[in-house]
């Protein structure tokens, strides 16, 4: 039962040794394991505290894009609409002119056709009299020349015609 029993010289040198190994561990080696710990806990804090401030401002650039992706939609809305509606302006503009000129062209076309006619007449009435002369000619055997152009009877003809014609179309 001596071996449970320690002797005071040996526990004394172990009680020395370990107040030794104690003392230099707390003065020396747990400040530097302290201070690199506080150290290592302030960069994990400031990288922490610098992680939250840019996802903020990761938040406010992103809301920021939004927002301006926002009003460009509308500002392209906006102009779609816009250019709709000029292209609407536009082509009933466009229309309005056509319907104009083609009006002028139709006028312009029946004065040409009513020019046309009066002459187309005028000749065509030469024309019946020295037709209906030259049958009269053969028909009494004399020239009656002189006869049709000196009497009225062509223009009492003509105006026969043209009373019945306007009677007609009324």
Same mark, same amino acid.
């Given at each position: ?8 010289a ?8 370990? %107040? ?7 003065? !020396?080696?747990?400040?530097? !394991? +302290?201070?690199?710990? @506080?150290?290592?806990?302030?960069? !994990? ?9 840019? #996802?903020?401002? #990761? ?6 894009? /939004?927002?301006?992706?926002? *009003?460009?939609?509308?500002? %392209? ?7 709709? *509606? ?6 009933? *503009? !466009?229309?309005?002119? %056509? ?18 006619r ?23 055997? *004399?020239?009656?020349?002189?006869? @049709?152009?000196?009497? +009225? ?10 009373? /019945?014609?306007? %009677?007609?179309l009324?």
């Amino acid at each position: 039962m001596d071996i449970l029993i320690p002797r005071p010289a040996p526990t004394l040198v172990c009680v020395l040794a370990f %107040a030794a190994i104690f003392v230099c561990l707390s003065k !020396i080696l747990l400040p530097r !394991i +302290n201070s690199v710990l @506080a150290e290592r806990h302030d960069a !994990i804090d400031g990288q922490r505290e610098q992680a939250e401030r840019t #996802a903020i401002e #990761a938040g406010e650039v992103l809301a920021k894009y /939004r927002e301006e992706l926002a *009003e460009a939609r509308h500002e %392209a809305a906006r102009l779609r609409q816009e250019s709709l *509606e000029q292209g609407t302006q536009l082509i009933t *503009e !466009i229309r309005a002119e %056509a319907l104009r000129e083609r009006e002028t062209m139709i006028a312009e076309a029946q004065a040409r056709l009513a020019t046309d006619r009066v002459i187309a007449e005028t000749e065509l009435r030469g024309v019946v009299v020295s037709l209906a002369t030259e049958l009269a000619s053969r028909v009494v055997g *004399e020239s009656m020349d002189g006869v @049709a152009q000196e009497s +009225n009877i062509v223009d009492r003809f003509y105006s026969d015609l043209d009373a /019945r014609s306007s %009677a007609g179309l009324q």
